[in-house]
């Protein structure tokens, strides 16, 4: 199944605020994490939703693994 693409704009409104999905970008894929009671709000520690959040990922005290969970839902357009 080919992913859709959405942009950063469309990735922005899905921050758990503007719309009530709750999706973050990796390594050029957009997941899911509504569903994650530590994204509620769209918010987990100092990170948020509706962004790409591979760089910020080097500092976290988990794995990449951690998206495997969650559902991809598109690709970010770069």
Do not use: C
Request: net charge negative; no cysteine; proline share 5%.
């Amino acid at each position: 199944m080919e992913l859709p693409i959405y942009t950063k704009q469309q990735l922005a409104l899905r921050n758990g605020q503007d719309k009530p999905q709750i999706w973050v970008a990796f390594k050029g894929v957009i997941y899911d994490v509504s569903e994650s009671r530590l994204w509620r709000n769209g918010k987990h520690y100092e990170h948020w939703a509706g962004q790409d959040l591979t760089e910020e990922l080097s500092d976290a005290p988990h794995t990449d693994a951690v998206f495997e969970k969650f559902n991809p839902v598109g690709r970010l357009d770069v």
